[in-house]
Antibody
Framework: EVQLLESGGGLVQPGGSLRLSCAASGFTFSNYAINWVRQAPGKGLEWVSGIGGSSGSTFYADSVKGRFTISRDNSKNTVYLQINSLRAEDTAVYYC???????????????WGQGTLVTVSS | DIQMTQSPSTLSASVGDRVTITCRASQNVNTWLAWYQQKPGKAPKLLMSQASSLESGVPSRFSGGGSGTEFTLTISSLQPDDFATYYCQQYIGFSTFGQGTKVEIK
């Protein structure tokens, strides 16, 4: 059974940093791209970042480029999202989502984690 | 960025109704389109990909259609479990989602 488990969310002050983790199981982790999608309270879904499976190629939405860094450790079946210079508008539930192939582009998300809440507030 | 626009934003319907949600893309996305269902406090669930390819385990009352810039998600006979918010997603480039359509009980 495919499982994705996010952790690392919490309350952080504006300008602060957090590292989110997504621990995966139930599939050959290195063969699949993993993405982060966020959802602000009461709002819709926004793709944030993705990382390829074997290639490790990384991609970012313009809204987070330069502040967020995605990485993966295939030996630990885990993807990370380092988020820096946090702003109030980054407040959201952050989901990790598995792609159906090893590449980020031209891919939909077939499994999602339960999400981790990031709240940016002073 | 490719903008995705869903209509309506909210849909009030009764059990047994046939409902259709429309998703329009600001550019041609061919059939690189997926639909998701989300219930309150839960993660989105993939319903279909490639505009009309139903995921395993998704009831056959769900169907999708369209190509290019206009797409539809149809539920042929609404069931109690179907009251939720539905999102379309284009993935011809970096993914973008529609703003969502909430299907509520009439």
């Amino acid at each position: 059974e495919v499982q994705l488990l996010e952790s690392g969310g919490g309350l952080v002050q504006p300008g602060g940093s957090l590292r989110l983790s997504c621990a995966a199981s139930g599939f050959t982790f290195s063969n699949y791209a993993i993405n982060w999608v966020r959802q602000a309270p009461g709002k819709g879904l926004e793709w944030v970042s993705g990382i390829g499976g074997s290639s490790g190629s990384t991609f970012y939405a313009d809204s987070v480029k330069g502040r967020f860094t995605i990485s993966r450790d295939n030996s630990k079946n885990t993807v990370y999202l380092q988020i820096n210079s946090l702003r109030a508008e980054d407040t959201a539930v952050y989901y990790c989502a598995k792609a159906d192939a090893s590449y980020v582009l031209r891919n939909y998300f077939d499994y999602w984690g339960q999400g981790t809440l990031v709240t940016v507030s002073s | 960025d490719i903008q995705m626009t869903q209509s309506p934003s909210t849909l009030s319907a009764s059990v047994g109704d046939r409902v259709t949600i429309t998703c329009r893309a600001s550019q041609n996305v061919n059939t690189w389109l997926a639909w998701y269902q989300q219930k309150p406090g839960k993660a989105p669930k993939l319903l279909m990909s490639q505009a009309s390819s139903l995921e395993s385990g998704v009831p056959s009352r769900f169907s999708g259609g369209g190509s290019g810039t206009e797409f539809t998600l149809t539920i042929s006979s609404l069931q109690p479990d179907d009251f939720a918010t539905y999102y379309c997603q284009q993935y011809i480039g970096f993914s973008t989602f529609g703003q969502g359509t909430k299907v509520e009980i009439k």
